[in-house]
């Protein structure tokens, strides 16, 4: 302000240069500062990046400029175009987006909004494989982007999406992906062979730990829960323990590899949450705190009985913890199986026939009462 107290004519000028020429640009009225000429103004021989270097040193290293001029165009776009757009809109967009290799390296500040690489090719390989991405790998990029943001990945997907009964296939341009196996995207028509090479039946080599081993065949499980397996030696070892109130060696511990055979499987990507509070499409997924299991958790035992009443016949669980170790940081993929008939190649020890069912562990797994 002025000794008068007023703003200098020259800034009172041009914020109202600054209003007309928004109000013509974007159709919107209001006061609009451009900090830039109101440097000019108040002090004609200082640029406006001096000003910011003196003020804040932090913003103008390479990745922070980058990063606030990225934030500021994904932020600033949308409402020139006078449809703002939400963060599960941005989101949805990348993911039903084919390739979004520009608007994706951005986001990771891999590029500028005007689409200069804003690090050198070395920093950029190095980057990207800290997040285990190769290069080219936009694909990889989106993955990473939605684990990130798991909440959103469930806003913008819809339950039927990502919930499908029986498969279809059928000839299309675009064939919706979702988290489930059988609903792929494909840039191109599929073929009659390709549609019935889709249709052919996994054949998964898997491992199942007991504390009673010695047989050599399974039978139908009596409750609807199927036979589970593990993709991991090391973890199916884990269950070959008796587990109560502790840990204890099992009467006749035996690690058992079979062949796993699915047509219809139901596929859940567990983004890392422990097997008695995994998230599930079309529901709020709400976290373990403090030990305490949310009321309407869904572990993996209560996906595989609604993948069974939906008429899948298995459930393939990846990226959870599922080790009886309640600390343990290993992810690992479950898979479950409805019928004993889908099991195949096992070694042979006795003749007794056992029956395995999946149990809780009642401790650090036991859901709280209803």
């Not at 390479?62 to 500021?72: I, K, N, P």
């Not at 290069?135 to 990945?153: A, H, S």
């Not at 919930?163 to 494909?186: D, F, H, L």
């Amino acid at each position: 302000l002025n000794q008068e107290g007023k703003l200098p004519g020259s800034l009172i000028k041009s914020y109202r240069l600054d209003r007309i020429a928004n109000s013509r640009e974007t159709g919107q009225t209001g006061w609009f500062i451009d900090y830039g000429k109101q440097v000019q103004n108040l002090a004609p021989a200082t640029r406006l990046s001096s000003v910011i270097n003196e003020l804040s040193p932090e913003l103008t290293s390479a990745d922070a400029r980058t990063r606030v001029s990225a934030e500021e165009k994904l932020k600033d776009a949308p409402s020139l175009l006078g449809s703002p757009e939400t963060p599960a809109d941005r989101l949805r967009r990348f993911y039903q987006t084919a390739l979004v290799p520009e608007s994706l390296e951005i986001e990771f500040g891999f590029r500028t909004p005007d689409g200069q690489p804003s690090l050198s090719q070395q920093e950029i390989k190095k980057r990207r494989a800290a997040e285990g991405i190769g290069n080219g790998d936009y694909e990889g990029l989106r993955r990473v982007l939605l684990k990130r943001n798991p909440e959103l990945l469930r806003e913008i997907l819809s339950p039927a999406a990502l919930t499908p009964g029986t498969p279809k296939y059928q000839k299309a341009k675009r064939i919706e992906r979702s988290m489930m196996r059988g609903v792929q995207y494909s840039p191109k028509t599929l073929t009659d062979e390709q549609m019935l090479q889709q249709k052919k039946p996994l054949n998964i080599k898997a491992f199942h730990g007991t504390p009673s081993g010695g047989f050599s065949s399974f039978k139908n499980p009596e409750n609807r829960l199927g036979v589970f397996f593990t993709d991991q030696k090391s973890i199916a070892q884990e269950y070959t323990r008796e587990r109560g109130l502790w840990l204890s060696p099992g009467k006749n511990p035996q690690v058992i590899e079979a062949s796993l055979k699915m047509s219809n499987p139901l596929e859940i990507d567990a983004l890392g949450a422990r097997n008695n509070n995994i998230p599930i499409p079309g529901k709020e997924w709400k976290p373990t705190v403090f030990g305490r299991v949310p009321k309407d958790s869904v572990s993996v035992e209560d996906a595989a009985q609604m993948a069974f009443e939906q008429g899948y016949d298995g459930l393939i669980v990846k990226n959870v913890k599922d080790s009886v170790y309640p600390d343990t940081k290993k992810n690992s993929t479950v898979y479950v199986v409805k019928s004993a008939d889908q099991i195949s190649g096992i070694g042979t020890t006795k003749d007794a026939e056992i029956n395995l069912e999946r149990e809780l562990i009642k401790q650090d797994l036991k859901k709280p009462a209803q």
